[in-house]
């Protein structure tokens, strides 16, 4: 299993995207959204230009975790969060999380994947909605309205 070590915190709003950094996070989310999970959809939705990106890189340089932050109104939406198949159960994706929602002070919503909404759970999430199916695959919406749970707050392990 690989190291959960990884590099450097990367953000940047897309306009200041590297067209090589632009390419490996495309490619990780075209990977497992679209291939992986088998689910032929629009992975490009326009809404790239408006977030801001943010990603881990692993011990070679390959992307490890990511997600994009967009503004919602009052609230944050996380979306696109992703871990590489080869950085699962290593922290890379909790230590993103943790990270981001350290930065963030009001209300975050997403649309979990129902197999991870225990992870978001650990992660001060909770059941905001009725659950709704997206490409075939059964979601529920989430929200964290207050900060990160004391137990969870901790030095990533990022960067």
């Not at 953000?11 to 032929?40: H, I, K, N, T, W």
């Not at 590489?84 to 943790?98: D, N, Q, Y």
């Not at 981001?100 to 001060?124: H, K, M, N, S, T």
């Amino acid at each position: 299993m690989p190291s959960s070590a990884l590099t450097d915190l990367f953000r940047a709003p897309f306009s200041q995207l590297s067209v090589g950094d632009l390419y490996d996070l495309l490619a990780l989310r075209v990977r497992v959204f679209v291939v992986e999970q088998e689910c032929a959809f629009q992975e490009l939705d326009g809404l790239d230009a408006q977030a801001e990106h943010v990603w881990t890189r692993g011990p070679a340089g390959e992307i490890a975790a990511y997600l994009r932050v967009l503004g919602e109104g009052p609230d944050t939406r996380l979306g696109r969060i992703v871990t590489a198949p080869e950085h699962r159960s290593t922290g890379a994706g909790a230590a993103l999380m943790r990270a981001v929602l350290e930065g963030i002070d009001g209300p975050v919503v997403l649309g979990a994947q129902v197999r991870a909404q225990g992870f978001y759970e650990r992660l001060g999430f909770v059941v905001d909605g009725p659950g709704y199916d997206e490409d075939g695959i059964p979601h529920v919406p989430m929200r964290r309205s207050r900060a990160l749970p004391d137990s969870e707050r901790r030095a990533p392990s990022v960067g």
